[in-house]
């Protein structure tokens, strides 16, 4: 794909991460942005959360679906073009978000079960609220999830997180700001480059997503949600026990390339019925190198948990 260089008026305000209806609803954590596309069964997508996560992540995925689904995408608080506010964010904002539009998509679509496919760090959001709201997904999509990397015991007390209070406290100061000045550099057009090679493990990456990402940095309080994410805030410390309490089917997708390839503790729930594991030759997120084989799979495994439902 063509490089694209950045100019410095990248400051402008945000435009839309998706080709598609764009909806806001009011939620506990602020104002929640909705792309919306397409017609049938309904999917929900979520993105993964880092320091310029936005919808813009999976907007391959988007577009295929809408061939034959009514998909929805959302810009989870903080981030994209949902409302950021001047504050620390947590699991709880996160879930309480996905939840809201999940419940506005099936408002939408009474009678219909809805999928939901999440990315990353948001694997263990919609694995919670599976757990804590069993009929609110028919089954789970859960690309390169986190909680999975071998020697690592998460099975700390219901609710528990990895949150570091002090280096929380640290970044988010008065004075130096230091979390801003942190974000700024982490923000940088080479660093985001730098990052998603990291994450695609080569050095082609999709440059549309790049250019994205650099541009959210622009938006006021943009570090804040990223702040609490480098304090571990958005991390549970129980996803273990969250994780073998799933009872809906769920598939797991990851690479083979990039920083995010050790999931040693997929064996807690490899062999359960109602998980499904599928390894593709790519980077973390696998749609945007090889959609045809991706959304093959998706669909197989999607067929299958029809049959079982």
């Known amino acids: 794909m063509r490089r694209i260089a950045y100019h ?117 959001f919609v694995a919670r609220l599976a757990q804590e709201t069993p009929n609110l997904f028919s089954s789970l999509a859960l690309v390169s999830p986190t909680g999975f990397r071998g020697g690592q015991t998460l099975r700390q007390p219901a609710g528990s997180t990895l949150f570091m209070p002090g280096f929380d406290r640290f970044l988010r100061r008065p004075g130096p700001g230091w979390g801003r000045f942190l974000f700024r550099q982490l923000s940088r057009p080479s660093v985001v480059r730098y990052f998603l090679r990291r994450t695609w493990g080569g050095q082609q990456i999709d440059e549309t997503l790049w250019a994205y990402a650099v541009r959210t940095a622009r938006v006021p309080n943009a570090e804040q949600a990223p702040l609490s994410f480098l304090s571990g805030g958005l991390f549970s410390a129980d996803m273990h026990t969250v994780y073998e309490s799933l009872r809906l089917p769920v598939w797991v997708v990851h690479g083979t390339r990039g920083d995010f390839t050790d999931y040693r503790a997929l064996d807690l729930v490899r062999d359960r019925s109602n998980w499904q594991v599928t390894v593709m030759e790519a980077g973390a997120m696998p749609y945007f190198e090889d959609l045809g084989a991706f959304m093959a799979a998706y669909r197989a495994i999607l067929g299958q948990f029809a049959k079982c439902a």
């Open 8 to 124: 410095g008026d990248m400051n402008q305000a945000l435009p839309p991460a998706l080709s598609a209806d764009l909806h806001t609803l009011s939620a506990a954590a602020g104002r929640i942005a909705v792309y919306a596309g397409g017609s049938g069964p309904p999917v929900l997508l979520v993105h993964s959360i880092n320091a310029l996560a936005s919808a813009a992540e999976v907007r391959p995925l988007f577009e295929a679906l809408r061939q034959d689904h009514s998909v929805y995408a959302i810009d989870l608080p903080g981030y994209g073009l949902s409302e950021r506010l001047p504050r620390a964010y947590t699991v709880g904002d996160m879930c309480a978000a996905i939840r809201h539009v999940a419940l506005w998509v099936a408002q939408r679509h009474p009678g219909l079960p809805l999928q939901v496919l999440s990315v990353s760090l948001s694997c263990e």
